[in-house]
């Protein structure tokens, strides 16, 4: 889990007006400044015309203010600035980055059901084979404890028998999964989000406990079937 971008460069500490040329910025940057002053933010205000992506505004022409301090300052230079964009909403790094927290999110969200249902059919699918295979091989399991083979041995080989192969397969599976979203990662810019990785981390081991309760669950089928070795060998 990752949090991607799209290529520029942050900054947190800007708020920026648009305008619709170098004249109007220059406008728009005095009134600014009487804003910001009236609401007692401190900010250092400039004009943007050159159509550098330098700033917020991306390439487009308007006002930049580098408004230290943090999110609360931020949150009021935008507040106070609205009067400034005639109908112009002012634009921050959260506007900036909205649709890429948007699209991330969606993704984390649809991956992360995804996994769910994998693991569900995975839990469902183990406990359905383990138990049918306790059926099938019942008077093998029958001729075993006559043999004098005790029922945790018979439990141990059959656990066995059935984990490795859902072990090979889903930690194969989730390897790809991990190294093909660090590749996606490194080709998109994107940042490690520690968070998603303890998600996937306990989505994962979740997963492989149900799983092994799952398989867990037909323990008394075997006991029940080997109650009466004779019988089942018969």
Known sequence: MSQLDIGFPEHP???AVLTDGGADARHTAAEARRLLDR???EATVSTVDDGGFDTVLLGNTGVVARVPGGPERIDAAVTALAPAGQGRFPVSQDYVSAPDETITDRVATVSTAT???????????????AAAGVLDRRRVYGLLRLSGTPLRVLDRARVRETVLPLVVL?????AMGVFGGYQL???AGATVNGSGALQLV???????LAMLAAIGGSRPLLRRVTANPAQTAD
């Open 202 to 208: 306990l989505c994962v081991t979740a997963g492989a």
């Open 39 to 41: 609401a007692g933010v």
């Open 170 to 174: 889903a930690g194969g599976t989730t």
């Open 13 to 15: 500490d800007q708020v």
């Open 185 to 187: 990662n490194q080709a």
């Open 115 to 129: 996994l769910l249902l994998s693991f569900l059919v995975a839990t469902a699918s183990a406990g359905l084979t």
